[in-house]
Structures are given as structure tokens and as C-alpha cells.
């Protein structure tokens, strides 16, 4: 195990750090000391390595993530796990707007509340959010699932294409072409799995299932106002 102390260490040369494992083969842990809210940590990372960042962090953390389990003991500014591919991505506390955006792969586990458009433009990004979401959240969301445990704001799913959405409790209002679906046994033992795996205490029988209308796919003046 390797300790950083960013308080003493640019933080170029803690991400150079962090990605030279994929060069280097690496499978090791390291453990960022004093984050101070900085932003783009840990980013760009591809190797089957662990970090653990022990504060909170700004924007765009873990960032581009591949392979690699990256857990942030405090909160996160915008934008964590943007774009991320795969591996896993754990947050103690809440994040801030537009979590998980663009995620092609992977786990992002956010383990108190996400602000605005958590999962905008998801690609196939798995989200768990054990508090509640704000609005706007899966905005055009094209594949994977985001499961809330809490609520969820204004404009749910709004303009989405084929990415599922699990939400235990109340959803303020739902965006346009989006509807409540309904909950098959695919969906339980999916909800199951991933459940288990953010180790979330709930069961899936408590969630509905929200997704596309599939009726803004093609222009048609008919729809025009929901655009």
C-alpha cells in the first residue's frame, strides 16, 4: 500500500502516479491523503488497482475510470465518474450535480444524495443512489440502470432512450416520454443483484420501474410540443 499526501504532492504527479499502473502492470492499493476539494482526482485511471481518496474532492473525480475501484471517504463536487468504462466507483457522502454523466460501464455507488441530472446521457453505467436524486436526472439517458433508493425530483427521465430506472420512493414529476413501467421478474432479480452488490438494504419489491415511451424516437409534428 502506497500513501499520498496531497497536502505536500501536486496533484499531476498523483494522477501520473495512479495511471502508470497500466503500464506497469499494477494491482496495488494507494491512499490519497488531504484532498482538500481538489478537482480531477484520480482520473484516467486503467488498472485493476484500489485508491482510496480519505476527504472530499471538486469536480470530475475518478473521471474516465477503467478497471479500477476508486472510494471517496467524503462528499464529491460535479461531474464524478464522468464517462466512466468500467470498475467501481464508491462515494461515503452526497454528490453534486450531473453524477455519473456519459458512464459507459461500471459501478458508480453513491452512498448518501445526488444533486441535478445524476445518470444525464448514461450509456450503460449502472447508478445506485442511496438518498435522494435531484431533477432532471437520467436527461436522454441512452442505456443502463439508475436505482434510488430515496426520491426523486422534477423531470425524471426526461427525453431518455433505453436506460432503466428504479425508484423506491416518491418521484416529483416525470420528464417528457418518460413512464412508469411494469416490474418483471427480470427486473427483480436484476434489482436483487445490484442491491446486494452496493450493499444496499432494501428489497426489490419496494421499487418501481420508470422508462422511455419510446414516442420522441423520430420526429412527428403531432409530439411537437413534448419536444
Known sequence: MLTIDMATTALREVNATLQAQAREGGQGRFVLDNPRGAHAVAVGLDAPIEVIVKGSTGYYCAGMNKHATVRVEGSVGPGVAENMMSGEVEVAG???????????????????????????????????????????????????????????????????????????????????DCEEKEMRAEHLSFLKEILARAGADAAPEEFRRYGSARKLYHFNVDNADAY
Open 94 to 176: 452526497d454528490a453534486s450535480q450531473y453524477a455519473g454523466a456519459t458512464g459507459r460501464g461500471g459501478l458508480l455507488n453513491i452512498r448518501g444524495n445526488a444533486s441535478s441530472r445524476c445518470g444525464i446521457s448514461m450509456k450503460g453505467i449502472d447508478i445506485v443512489v442511496h438518498g435522494n436524486i435531484g431533477h432532471m436526472s437520467a436527461f436522454m439517458a441512452q442505456k443502463g440502470n439508475l436505482v434510488v433508493l430515496g426520491d426523486a425530483g422534477d423531470a425524471l427521465g426526461d427525453s431518455l432512450y433505453e436506460a432503466r430506472l428504479f425508484v423506491r420512493g416518491a418521484v416529483r414529476s416525470l420528464g417528457a
